[in-house]
């Protein structure tokens, strides 16, 4: 298993996997890959995951969508990809949200060390609920107060 960041050659591999959810997120991608934002999961020359982060949340890294196929689901590949991300953002808090619908992620965010602190009624009756980690060299906590979101 490879963890790398996406290129263009990557797309057509990107939206193989994207079809596996119930959304449709071609022009993001294309914009999110053009930007080098896409970090993907890659076995035998197959993309099987992706993760889309960047710094673009009041300047602070976020994870804005993982997406995984299917087959490959709850066998580490979303948290390997989330570890390359948070390698990246020491000495920084990470920020990621999912809505409230959604446990599998709440629970591996969780699981991953992630703190609610917060949620914003975005789509109306499934919230999106926000979650942060404070990075460091030991990963330790800063003892700071994460911002919370109610709307």
């Known amino acids: 298993m490879i963890i790398r960041e996406a290129g263009s050659g990557d797309f057509e591999g990107?939206?193989?996997?994207m079809r596996s959810a119930p959304w449709d997120k071609?022009?993001?991608l294309e914009r999110t890959l053009e930007r080098r934002n896409v970090v993907v999961a890659e076995l035998d020359g197959h993309i099987?995951?992706?993760?889309?982060?960047?710094?673009?949340?009041f300047?602070?890294?976020?994870?804005?969508?993982?997406?995984?196929?299917?087959?490959?689901?709850?066998k580490g590949l979303a948290s390997r990809l989330i570890a390359w991300v948070e390698e990246r953002c020491t000495n920084q808090r990470l920020y990621s949200s999912t809505n409230r619908s959604n446990v599998a992620m709440q629970r591996l965010l969780e699981?991953?060390?992630?703190?609610r602190c917060?949620?914003?009624?975005?789509?109306?009756?499934?919230?999106?609920v926000f979650y942060h980690k404070t990075l460091s060299v030991n990963m330790g906590d800063d003892?700071?107060?994460?911002?919370?979101?109610?709307l």
């Open 26 to 28: 071609t022009q993001y």
């Open 59 to 74: 300047s602070l890294p976020f994870i804005w969508l993982v997406t995984v196929l299917p087959e490959y689901r709850r």
């Open 118 to 128: 917060g949620e914003v009624d975005v789509d109306p009756g499934d919230a999106e």
């Open 143 to 150: 003892g700071l107060e994460p911002p919370t979101f109610a």
């Open 48 to 57: 099987l995951a992706y993760i889309v982060w960047n710094l673009e949340f």
């Open 111 to 115: 699981g991953r060390g992630y703190r």
């Open 14 to 17: 990107l939206l193989a996997v």
